[in-house]
């Protein structure tokens, strides 16, 4: 009798306990001292974008059954995490994205959002990674009365010129317009202008007798390099990293931008901001139908040497 009773006290001391335990985490939960995100960029100075991790389209709806008032919608589809009052900052349009589906676009802006103010510090330090950008009226697109497109060259600009049926303009003239950009894979970004340089100036760019493919990459890499300040030869610009478009002339990242994508979600991206993007419309500069970039500049990353694809990835990243 005793043994049955001994035993019952101890199960019902160890379900006590756990209510306790249970009770505490959830208090603890809610008043924002616990952390549900791990940080994506440990031991970085930086905003805390903690709650905003991949997992935010899962963890929307445990945040609400916590405390509803721990988030807010902006009308721009942007997410607002809220501990205890403190508002962190809003990545705009990121549920937007999430909810059509546009997983390339999303994790372009996160990206984006999360590391901006790393950027400006890492190219206020080291001023010979800034490359200047010397496109004039060719920088962006006015898309309506509230964004323009930043033109990243080979990043869809002759396509939105199509759309919009409008010439390209000069930062100066975009005035007090948000801007929206497009980013693809950088090392297809530096064939990309290549080919494009290469299409433009065939003859300047024709291979040497028995030049490999490798080695051709190799020469436009350094080429693109000793050119950046010079700029005797300006094609090179179509081939620098696409960061440097996201930078003022002292290496800061312009405050007027508030979406970036994946330029194979264009049109998606475009809708966001108002854009009806219309795919009847044939794009811009299509190197399928290119003759000269299909015989003599096809992208054919399978060619490259692994000591040339570090020495671009060095470059481009």
Known sequence: ???????????????????????????????????????????????????????????????????????????????????????TPTIPYLQEMERLNMKLSARQQKKFYARRDLVTTTFSHSKHMLYPINEGSFAAIILNQRFAFRHIFKNGGTSIIKQTQHKQVSMRLVEDKQLVAVVRDPIDHFLSGWAECGSRFPKKMAPAQNETYDGRILSWLEQTKMNLDSFKYPCTVHSIPQANYFLTGNGTVRHSFVLVGDLYEMPGLLGLVGFQYDTQIPIGRDSSVSVIKQLHFQKQKHLLTDDTMRKICDFVA
């Open 1 to 87: 009798m005793s043994s049955r009773i001994k035993g019952g006290g101890l199960r019902w001391l160890k379900t006590y306990l756990f209510v306790i335990v249970c009770t505490v985490v959830y208090f603890i939960a809610i008043s924002g001292d616990f952390e549900f995100f791990p940080s994506t960029l440990p031991n970085v100075a930086r905003p805390n974008y903690s709650g905003l991790s991949d997992d935010v389209s899962k963890s929307t709806s445990h945040w609400s059954l916590a405390n509803p008032s721990h988030f807010r919608v902006t009308k721009e589809g942007g997410l607002t995490i809220t501990r205890n009052g403190i508002k």
